[in-house]
């Protein structure tokens, strides 16, 4: 949220990005291909006169890294975009849904880039524009999960070479959906050895871990509905620009979004039940300890007091020159110490 | 999850199974049947030529096991099914769904299979193909709830062998939605046990076993909602693959979806409820035992210390030489512990 | 649930008892009637022809206990009830629900029967079937709240006896929701007296009082919320079975229903409230008796800890024979006591 | 809930006066008026007659007490009122609500009554019945919080005098939701000084206070709820008995009414928020007590075990002869508490 | 709620301020613009003939300070604004709204104005006329967050000198909207500092400022959720006031109310999930404390014991005159210290 404070009262399409620098420089990778060839152009830095250069079939356009404004706006240009799109598209903060414009669909949803070494993920966003024989992604860094992807339109598999932009939509969708199922299938694998670890043995860094996937949940969660929502609304919507074939597409993706949704969901719960469990172990053990301190405690301050009585100085204490004196005080501490046994077994306390 | 990686990125239709493997090996049972006649045909392990072999009447393919895919894809080649299609099928992670296809309805439902031996139950996909004169049933291994089924198509009991393949339908899903209940029965018997248990002597186990329960219950809520809405989706779709007599049959099996969703929800509350309570009886039960502590610790602690004071060895100590120090102290002994006791019983300790 | 394993996968239409058996045998209250004469019929044990043998006017039909299945499914086959009806009525572990059909209406709603002896109620199925000049009832036993209507009707106060059968289920339902208000009404008041008993003097069997009071609105929840859906069904259904002139009527007893829903709501919210109250009361105890047993101990424990090291036995201690030494002892107690007061003082634990 | 059980199974438009008795006697205040002039009649006891003996312009019967119910019942009949609305206007226990008849419309609403004498506000049914020129309103005593309204009709001041009694009826309703806001201020007010109770210094009177303020949140939200939904109704309604000048006032209160739902639940959440911090606060207190109670034992307990131990009275015990022994033991009782307090500031217990 | 008391009962459209005085007097700030042309008028105190004066161009009234209600009610005269709403304007309590009227659109939303000395933010009420070639905003005080919608204006940067009132309006909420997220990003920025401070070093005045930070987020969701619901109608509406091109940008807005919306319900469920977690440390440490306490306790209580047992001042004790008394005694001790160390490690609580 670092440039939120620039845009205050700012008119609508300034150009402002807003979000981490997460990549060294603003670059676009153009493929253009059809049922017969791919073209795949140069790594370019200016998108000047990319419209024009294009030339029959399909044209991806993909733009990693956001910060320089002047490159996007470029590109915006070149297509018509309108301001408020362009300034969307460089808010990296923005909530996933779909505008249906005249001549394109604006998409915006958030990809979820695992890291493993953090043990976590990053959520990128992923702003598309689908045109009649375009498709433009703008995305944060130049990591992605569309390899696969790529490697589709380079070996022609599939149906991909064959359909238009709409599909090429769809696969990329796919992909960032799928990837969802991945980062989730870690979540509720770490949340299993948790469970397992705050159930035997519990150290405060559990807990730690255990605050930080809920953080992750509710952050999937609010990352996940939306794009559910924008992906309803291509379903349903009636847009010449996604043809009645590919629709059942969108609706396979809309799907898993679902899917995801409901997993989201169920971990939530999991988590908390967890939470409640882990809480009433803890509060079972403390139980214990008290009552063991409590026997303890019980059965041996009162003999110690006895000891204490018969410590004292007094010179008139006619108990201490019996001869039976000392087995007496004996056998009357065992006494107190088995009563109070028999009462904790009454109490059912041992 | 195991398969999911491989899927990212990957084209629609890519036929991979996700899920555990369940059976030895995919088999096709092939049952065809009228009013008049039924033929239950050798297993088979291919599909090849099925579709021309069945004559007329109806016909139930049922498929047991995924992981053998071309098995899977051989038989949707058969009965042109879309690639879509058969990927939902073979990924036995789906959620339960309705889709209406031009010349067949594609669902997707959970079965619940028991297993006495864990105390639990098993998830089990299965995903139906209904067409105008068969039904295709596809199962992740042998075992299934449909015995009842086969008996009255055999024994020609009821309406089954008169009616088509979407009564056929409608009594598989009847099964599968009955079968729940017994499943949500045995749950709501071992938490009745629980309760009992966690109520008169709570164990470290029993949380545990009341743990599972929780998971359970927000397993079924997550599998038997989307069972509820593509039931739903049956009674008010107008497909012609329904005929009118069979919609009212897929109102009353959508009506005990319904009721098992009201059980599970039931289930959630007693649960929260029982854990509240189980905490609360914790508190009290350690509120009062630290009672006892402190009573006993209250009272011998000062009489420790007045005994300790008359056993110091300091020369000029005239109560020691007292005639009636002893008594006295005594006497004061018993003071300090009738206060106490007051003390206590005026702040309802006791 | 004691046969729900028979009917996993049996036709549907099989007619299996599902429930208690409250009855000692299955019986019928025939009622005709009509706004002149009033003729209540023997009890009778069978259904035999007894659709041709009532007249003219209205008819009533009162069935009592529902084990004997063959005497229910002859009843039902003299008015043309289909199987899945059948077996609806059969099975008292229905949810509510309003069904309708092309000749009568079919509606099952749960009757509370309030136990005074167990301070609590019992839940029965009662079956209505809703002709054009016929209403059937079933119920589980004899006990019914229907007293008072059998006595409009003989007596012929009121329009009951001017209006037709619909009037009369409208009858039996208000009766039924009123019902539920004098249930409400008895765990309202138990909920108070728990309430004084919790935040006076709580013992174990209030805890277990408390909880099978949420067990108990749990339960009416689930039953009064579908009771309420099939009322508002029929306030807006347009089925002629139903007058116009009547059907301000049902808007009325659903009204009710809608109350009672938002009865059990505030009861739930109570119960919540009071539950939290009882716990932070709990917690706050324990805080106080934790304190009491610290400020004893904390200044108890460092005292005889100086008398114990003037209770050595060295032969070396010069303070012990300093004439002052025991006095300056004492003041020395009395100011580590004194300090400690003061210091708890200052945390305002005194 | 006094004569619920007197209702059950009666027949409908039984008039039983449902509720407490509030007013001595049930009277009757007519005000007639239009623009030019006001003519207030004197107080009744009877209805007698009073439709015809009231002229030209708007009337304003205004009903006092509900519990002489032939008083009622005779008004109603004047105003040709069904026995159905008769009952619900005499069980001061109904559910706010709006009802449209043919030539009137029946609205429920309840009134808060601020009790400052109990720190609390009491509850009281007001029913209006708005007719072409007339409009009753019934309540359960004679305070009521409409002298403002009765003033603006005397003097003539706003539009009063010129509208009709869509308007008067308008005028109440927002008279009654605006004293809602005074109730909601009240509890807000005593919830603050509750949260600053609770912070400092909380005694179990506090909690005792808390709970009745959830108490009164959910009666509030139970209450306001329904009479929301009622004035959304007269907003929406299409009756000609509320002139489209008119409706934009029901618009108004009709947003008051929603404002005062959110203030509730706003306060809802904050009592939750605070009870939690409330719990939270006194289990930091209870570690707190606990660990002074745990340093001052683990302390001195070993210390006073080192004490006891040359406290014994063996006779060969050689360290009671050294010259060293004394002080010696004291050192190493310093060296023993040195490292007890460095292990705890280890341990950021200190 | 200052005066809400002397609006109960009165007529609407009374014109009462309700709120605090934040303003020293109520001034006008005029402008008028066209795309050639800006006039900034002098600040005036009252209203008189300002409808006329103003000429030709779009004209914005900015009123700050709402107190002296005569200067109010006179601007409402000469725009014709209706009583009710010059009320609602006057009532700074009001809950955000739009209005359609005839020839303008009534706008009520809230200001968030961050207060960084006491940080935290106020709550400030802006009301928005907008007619056709007017637009009226009425603010408590004269802080606002539209000073860079003026430099817009007065520079001519951007489309909004080109635009009608419509875009103006929207220029205005855009600005109140974006800071809300200046206000959410602070609060979000607290509860990170609060987060690390409540998991490593909680102290008394953390939870204090934790309750502060919820009290904040249940504030907003009371802003921000009819906020929302103002902006979807002004997306929606089809009144001729908003043209077709401006309706995108409050479209756009609509999209970031819905953002902030998320952004609140996510620190929701962040502050909850945080204060479970501190309570579960919590409980841990505790039990921890009273392991330790519990350790030392068991241990030296019993040695305590038999050193008091062998400090008795018995004549006939054998043992005492024994040569091996003492070390067997110390040995003994030894004994059971190691037993109980022992058992504590079995348990596993060392």
């Known amino acids: ?152 339109i380079t070996i022609g598999k599939g149906r991909i070479r064959q359909s238009g932009p709409d599909y090429l939509a769809y696969a990329l969708l796919d992909a960032v959906v799928d990837n969802y199922f991945l980062v989730l299938e870690s979540i509720s694998t770490e949340l299993e050895h948790l469970e397992e670890a705050l159930l035997t043995a519990p150290g405060p860094s559990d807990l730690h871990r255990f605050h930080s996937l809920r953080r992750e949940a509710i952050l999937l969660r609010r990352i996940i509905w939306p794009v559910r929502e924008a992906l309803a609304g291509m379903t349903r919507d009636d847009s010449p620009l996604i043809k009645p074939e590919t629709r059942v597409f969108f609706r396979d993706v809309h799907d898993h979004a679902v899917q995801a949704m409901d997993i989201v969901e169920s971990l939530r719960d999991l988590a908390s039940s967890l939470l409640e469990l882990h809480l009433s172990r803890n509060s079972q053990r403390m139980n214990e300890t008290i009552k063991v301190l409590t026997l303890i405690a019980t059965i041996f301050i009162p003999l110690t007091f006895i000891a204490g009585v018969y410590g004292m100085n007094f010179e008139f204490m006619p108990e201490l020159r019996w001869s039976w004196g000392y087995p007496l005080v004996l056998l009357f501490m065992l006494g107190v110490a088995v009563t109070m046994l028999l009462y904790f077994k009454r109490k059912h306390w041992l």
């Open 1 to 152: 949220m670092k440039s939120r404070q620039a845009k205050v009262g700012a008119a609508p399409g300034t150009m402002v990005h807003v979000g981490e620098r997460m990549a060294d420089k603003t670059s676009l990778r153009v493929v253009t291909y059809n049922a017969a060839e791919v073209k795949t152009w140069p790594l370019r830095d200016s998108a000047e006169g990319i419209a024009e250069s294009i030339g029959q079939g399909i044209t991806w356009i993909n733009v990693d890294g956001l910060h320089q404004v002047d490159v996007v706006t470029a590109l915006g240009r070149e297509f018509n975009l309108s301001a408020l799109v362009l300034e969307d598209i460089l808010n990296t903060d923005h909530r996933p849904k779909l505008e249906v414009h005249d001549d394109f669909l604006f998409i915006v949803v958030k990809m979820l880039v695992p890291e493993p070494a953090r043990d976590s993920f990053r959520v990128e966003q992923l702003s598309l524009i689908l045109g009649d024989t375009y498709l433009l992604s703008f995305q944060e860094s130049e990591r992605d999960v569309f390899d696969a992807v790529r490697q589709r």
